[in-house]
């Protein structure tokens, strides 16, 4: 659990793969949280297993559910 300061961090670690299983290397993801008082960090790139990682902080202490989205990926890209 993460305190709800604003100041406190979540690390959100997102994997990028193509239809195929194959990590995405270089993408950067994007993620919005439902409610209210967050803060969001750019996510990284991904790395060779197509690993990203973002943090988010809040000053609402809530359940949140995170809307990922992966732009320009070519094929299709699912994330983990």
């Known amino acids: 659990n993460i305190v709800a300061n604003?100041?406190?961090t979540?690390?959100?670690t997102i994997?990028?793969?193509?239809?195929?299983?194959?990590p995405?290397?270089?993408?950067?993801?994007?993620?919005t949280a439902s409610g209210t008082g967050n803060t969001y960090s750019t996510c990284s790139a991904s790395d060779a297993a197509g690993v990203s990682l973002c943090t988010l902080s809040s000053t609402?202490?809530?359940?949140k559910?995170?809307?990922l989205t992966v732009s320009n990926?070519?094929?299709a890209?699912?994330?983990v």
């Open 77 to 79: 890209t699912t994330i």
């Open 73 to 75: 990926t070519t094929p």
């Open 24 to 31: 995405h290397e270089g993408i950067i993801p994007t993620f």
């Open 60 to 63: 609402v202490a809530e359940t």
């Open 10 to 12: 979540s690390v959100i």
């Open 15 to 22: 994997t990028i793969k193509d239809l195929y299983e194959n």
């Open 6 to 8: 604003g100041i406190s």
């Open 65 to 67: 559910t995170l809307t």
